[in-house]
């Protein structure tokens, strides 16, 4: 068994193992491999194992990854990362979920493309957890105000929020205010359940409050090649 069977098989283990202390359902639980710096030969390894889900942030990786891997059935992927407008309709050829609805000028460029298309995309509006007006994401306390201008919006599905937890301090206080922010969400979107949250050093946690979509890279994929 190779080195990255054996972290993606003990990472999968270790999911299993916290959803069920946490009282969670193992079946509602998604887990996003990042598959970022990586070839497409992880990924090809990794859908061997029973992989489906793969998370890129960057546009001019993800795509040609994406053509390379495209007689892989039944792979979805996932953009994970800030997205650029004008890079809009590029992710859109490939990716099925988008993570990083974080402004509004993206959900305009958003909005123009996907009125275009016939298939639906998943969106998980990006919370900004910071003190940081300048970082990406929408403020808590705004976030009904930009949910509801993207309802509307052609083709796409808002699935929930989406948030990254500080390093500094216990992942659990940003954790707590992403579900908190995810049941405002429910009053206008009551299917938008989804919580995109927990990274490699913060997913038990993040199971143990809520989330359903775990976005995991170096504990599975290890050191970084590209």
Same mark, same amino acid.
């Given at each position: ?29 998604? @887990? ?6 990586? #070839?497409?030969? @992880? ?20 795509? +040609? ?8 059935? #039944? ?53 900004? @957890?910071?003190?940081? +007006?300048?970082?990406? #994401? ?89």
């Amino acid at each position: 068994m190779s080195d990255l069977a054996q972290r993606y098989r003990a990472t999968v283990a270790e999911i299993n193992e916290q959803a069920i202390a946490s009282g969670r359902d193992i079946d509602e639980i998604r @887990l996003i491999v990042v598959s970022k710096n990586h #070839g497409p030969e @992880l990924v090809r390894e990794l859908y061997d194992l029973g992989q489906r889900d793969f998370g890129e942030n960057r546009d001019q990786e993800a795509k +040609p990854k994406a053509e390379q891997t495209a007689d892989l059935e #039944g792979v979805n992927w996932h953009f994970v990362g800030q997205l650029q407008s004008n890079k809009v309709k590029s992710a859109l050829g490939y990716s099925r979920f988008i993570h990083s609805i974080d402004r509004p000028s993206l959900l305009v460029a958003l909005q123009k493309e996907l009125s275009s298309q016939t298939t639906v995309v998943g969106g998980f509006i990006q919370l900004n @957890l910071t003190d940081d +007006p300048g970082r990406g #994401g929408v403020e808590p306390k705004d976030l009904l105000f930009f949910a509801e201008s993207a309802v509307g919006t052609a083709n796409l599905q808002i699935l929930g929020v989406m948030g990254v937890a500080a390093l500094d301090r216990d992942p659990r206080v940003d954790f707590e205010t992403i579900h908190s922010a995810s049941q405002q969400l429910q009053t206008l979107i009551p299917e938008a359940r989804a919580i995109s949250a927990g990274m490699s050093h913060d997913f038990r946690e993040a199971i143990d409050m809520g989330a359903t979509h775990l976005r995991i890279g170096t504990s599975i994929t290890g050191k970084r090649n590209l």
